[in-house]
Nanobody, 127 residues
Framework: QVQLVEFGGGLVQAGGSLRLSCAAS????????MAWFRQAPGKEREFVAG????????RYADSVKGRFTISSDNANNTVYLQINSLKSEDTAVYYC????????????????????WGQGTQVAVSS
């Protein structure tokens, strides 16, 4: 079992920055990819960014490239999402997810490919 807890959400003005954290616990050695998804009101959950845990190779959704940065502190089993130049369309609940499947050619972007989820943290951007 893996437990994921997100931190760092809040209300931010447009153009501002925010850093989200996700702390993993439990059988963390079984995690191959940690990722961030988000879900805006009335919309489906969508992939934002992912990181291969032991090689630190990232993958980003096209919509966030250049503004979002995913990083990790493997010693503390924590993954971060730095969000810059926040826009109103970034308003959503942000979820951390863990993929325990090895050998994927690319970091998965489908919610169905992830095994564990955090409870989510709300990010609200005011204009």
């Amino acid at each position: 079992q893996v437990q994921l807890v997100e931190f760092g959400g809040g209300l931010v003005q447009a153009g501002g920055s925010l850093r989200l954290s996700c702390a993993a616990s439990g059988r963390t050695s079984t995690i191959f990819v940690m990722a961030w998804f988000r879900q805006a009101p009335g919309k489906e959950r969508e992939f934002v960014a992912g990181l291969r845990r032991w090689t630190n190779i990232p993958r980003y959704a096209d919509s966030v490239k250049g503004r979002f940065t995913i990083s990790s502190d493997n010693a503390n089993n924590t993954v971060y999402l730095q969000i810059n130049s926040l826009k109103s369309e970034d308003t959503a609940v942000y979820y951390c997810a863990a993929d325990l499947t090895s050998g994927r050619v690319r970091i998965a972007v489908s919610v169905n490919e992830y095994d564990y989820w955090g409870q989510g943290t709300q990010v609200a951007v005011s204009s």
